[in-house]
């Protein structure tokens, strides 16, 4: 079905019909209100008021000659009654026929409600086109998007195979020098004479407890140092027996000595019961102190030596084991960075003929011992 062609309309049409149209109805609205009140208006008409006035006394003007006292008789005149107001009952228009708006102006007034309805059903028209078109557009900007998205992704796919073909290339080339450079190492280690490692292999001695003198050594960082444990531990007698009149007051009590050679000992001195043995010899009031733990603390001053100083004619190492006695054992206390100069120095220590012991220690544990502690054992 063909739609309907309505005529254009110049410029501002619209707005002029509004205007005449909205100007025609408050006319003719305000011509019908006019009327209406003339018609029902009503008429007042003023009440009528009757004044009744009093009577007034007569004054005698000539003289009056008093003879014996007589009775006199005055005759009064009562005032007239008031009359009663006389009410008006207001006057009742007859009504009026309402007034008929004049026939050209409705009939303007409707030809403009008509041609105002038309436009409104353009506008109508006009503004579904105009959204039919928009989502058109929006479809075409929609497509037009996805094109330039799918345009972009081929774009970064050609660039990457173009990258991986560029690495794979410059992978090529780098096994390719990778296998030149195996194929002249290989024809070099056929000229040369296969390199042969010995391994040593010595059979372990039985562990036997350490009783004589003992000679402690601290391997740490891949040094070595000397821990002189036996002489802390007389210097630590000799302070006890210095401070023994406090100490047997004393429960528990801490303290330390050095710093020697580096390094500190610290200890606990605590009262312990005596056993019955003791109080049969010493009686029941005897009192016994006794060493409960110790530990050895490094500190600035230490003096530590590498595997080649050590191993070296005139290190402190060395002069420290010549010190020894006869059937000295060495104790090695060693942390898990250092086993392979242990390993140095143990082969060294048993080829002159000493005996070795070696405690492990983890990281952060200092060297410390105990009346329940163990001995070393050295082979």
């Given at each position: 079905?063909?739609?309907?062609q309505?005529k254009?309309q110049?410029f501002g049409s619209?707005?002029?019909?509004d205007?005449l149209a909205n100007?025609?109805g408050?006319l003719?609205?305000?011509?019908?209100?006019?009327?209406?009140?003339?018609s029902r208006?009503?008429?007042?008409v003023p009440?009528?008021t009757?004044?009744?006035l009093?009577?007034?006394?007569?004054?005698?003007d000539d003289?009056?000659?008093l003879?014996?006292?007589q009775?006199l008789?005055w005759a009064v005149?009562s005032p007239?009654?008031?009359?009663?107001?006389?009410?008006?009952?207001?006057?009742?228009?007859?009504?009026?026929?309402?007034?008929?708006?004049?026939?050209?102006?409705?009939?303007?007034?409707t030809?403009?409600?008509?041609d105002?309805t038309?436009?409104?059903?353009h506008?109508?028209?006009t503004?579904e086109?105009?959204?039919s078109l928009?989502r058109r557009?929006?479809?075409q900007?929609q497509s037009?998007?996805?094109?330039r998205r799918?345009?972009?992704?081929?774009s970064?796919d050609?660039?990457?195979?173009a990258?991986t073909?560029?690495?794979?290339?410059?992978?090529r080339a780098?096994?390719?020098?990778d296998l030149v450079?195996?194929?002249t190492?290989?024809?070099e280690?056929?000229q040369?004479?296969?390199?042969?490692?010995i391994?040593?292999?010595?059979?372990t001695?039985?562990?036997q407890?350490v009783?004589g003198?003992?000679l402690?050594?601290r391997?740490s960082g891949n040094?070595?140092?000397?821990?002189?444990?036996?002489?802390?531990?007389?210097?630590l007698?000799?302070?006890i027996?210095?401070?023994?009149?406090?100490?047997l007051s004393?429960?528990?009590y801490?303290s330390?000595v050095?710093?020697l050679?580096g390094y500190?000992?610290?200890?606990?001195?605590?009262?312990a019961?005596p056993?019955?043995v003791?109080?049969?010899?010493?009686?029941?009031?005897?009192?016994?102190l006794?060493?409960t733990?110790?530990?050895i603390?490094?500190?600035q001053?230490?003096?530590e030596e590498?595997?080649e100083?050590a191993l070296?004619?005139g290190s402190?190492?060395?002069n420290?084991?010549?010190t020894?006695g006869?059937g000295?054992?060495l104790t090695f206390?060693?942390y898990?960075?250092?086993?392979e100069?242990h390993?140095?120095l143990q082969?060294y220590?048993q080829?002159?003929?000493?005996r070795?012991a070696?405690?492990p220690?983890p990281?952060?544990v200092?060297?410390?011992?105990?009346?329940?502690?163990?001995?070393s054992?050295s082979?």
């Amino acid at each position: 079905m063909a739609r309907k062609q309505h005529k254009e309309q110049g410029f501002g049409s619209d707005s002029f019909l509004d205007v005449l149209a909205n100007m025609v109805g408050i006319l003719i609205i305000l011509i019908v209100i006019v009327g209406m009140r003339v018609s029902r208006a009503p008429v007042f008409v003023p009440e009528a008021t009757v004044e009744v006035l009093p009577a007034v006394p007569t004054v005698l003007d000539d003289p009056v000659e008093l003879g014996p006292p007589q009775t006199l008789v005055w005759a009064v005149e009562s005032p007239p009654l008031p009359l009663p107001p006389v009410k008006s009952k207001p006057l009742i228009p007859a009504p009026v026929a309402p007034l008929a708006p004049p026939q050209d102006l409705v009939d303007a007034s409707t030809a403009v409600q008509t041609d105002l309805t038309a436009l409104r059903a353009h506008s109508t028209e006009t503004e579904e086109e105009a959204q039919s078109l928009a989502r058109r557009v929006g479809q075409q900007e929609q497509s037009l998007a996805q094109t330039r998205r799918q345009l972009a992704a081929a774009s970064i796919d050609h660039e990457a195979i173009a990258k991986t073909a560029r690495l794979t290339e410059d992978e090529r080339a780098k096994l390719q020098s990778d296998l030149v450079a195996l194929e002249t190492a290989l024809r070099e280690a056929c000229q040369q004479a296969p390199q042969v490692k010995i391994l040593k292999h010595t059979l372990t001695p039985v562990s036997q407890l350490v009783r004589g003198p003992e000679l402690h050594f601290r391997l740490s960082g891949n040094r070595v140092s000397h821990v002189p444990i036996d002489t802390l531990v007389e210097r630590l007698q000799a302070q006890i027996q210095r401070q023994r009149e406090f100490l047997l007051s004393q429960e528990y009590y801490e303290s330390s000595v050095g710093p020697l050679d580096g390094y500190r000992m610290e200890f606990v001195l605590e009262r312990a019961p005596p056993t019955a043995v003791e109080e049969l010899n010493y009686g029941v009031r005897m009192v016994k102190l006794e060493v409960t733990s110790w530990s050895i603390k490094p500190e600035q001053g230490m003096f530590e030596e590498t595997t080649e100083q050590a191993l070296r004619r005139g290190s402190h190492f060395l002069n420290t084991m010549e010190t020894a006695g006869v059937g000295a054992t060495l104790t090695f206390w060693v942390y898990p960075d250092s086993f392979e100069l242990h390993r140095a120095l143990q082969d060294y220590a048993q080829t002159q003929g000493w005996r070795v012991a070696a405690r492990p220690l983890p990281d952060g544990v200092p060297i410390a011992g105990s009346p329940r502690g163990s001995k070393s054992l050295s082979q």
